[in-house]
């Protein structure tokens, strides 16, 4: 993606706010996904992408915004956190499969892409 492309999706992300409610979500397993997003023990995505409102993001991964647009296949989304779809696998990524290698529950990779993609 070109760093045109990147700066416009930066400010559409600085300009919306997170949006607390989802088909079929409620606001508060957002908020728990939210946290497990957050959390360093946990989902680490601040550690390399920039989200919501996180406090000093990295800038390894691409920033998790427009994500509806990006994966309207929600469930490809959750494939690409959980580490199911060779497909969706970046070469040379460093981003762990979540899933498959027992980083985090299916439960906890629900509750973080429920969250994200409301981002």
């Known amino acids: 993606?070109?760093?045109?492309?990147?700066?416009?999706?930066?400010?559409?992300?600085?300009?919306?706010?997170?949006m607390t409610a989802s088909v079929g979500v409620q606001a508060d397993e957002l908020a728990e996904g939210k946290k497990l997003a957050f959390d360093r023990s946990k989902g680490n995505c601040l550690a390399c992408h920039m989200a919501g409102d996180g406090a000093q993001p990295g800038n390894i991964g691409p920033a998790l915004i427009a994500m509806k647009l990006r994966y309207p296949d929600k469930q490809k989304l959750y494939n690409k956190?959980?580490?199911?779809?060779?497909?969706?696998?970046?070469?040379?990524?460093m981003?762990?499969?979540?899933g498959s290698h027992g980083i985090l529950s299916d439960d906890?990779?629900?509750?973080i892409v429920d969250y994200i993609y409301t981002l």
């Open 1 to 18: 993606m070109n760093s045109k492309m990147k700066q416009l999706l930066t400010a559409f992300a600085m300009s919306c706010t997170v």
């Open 81 to 93: 956190v959980w580490g199911t779809d060779d497909a969706m696998k970046v070469p040379n990524s």
């Open 95 to 98: 981003m762990p499969e979540f």
């Open 108 to 111: 906890e990779i629900r509750k």
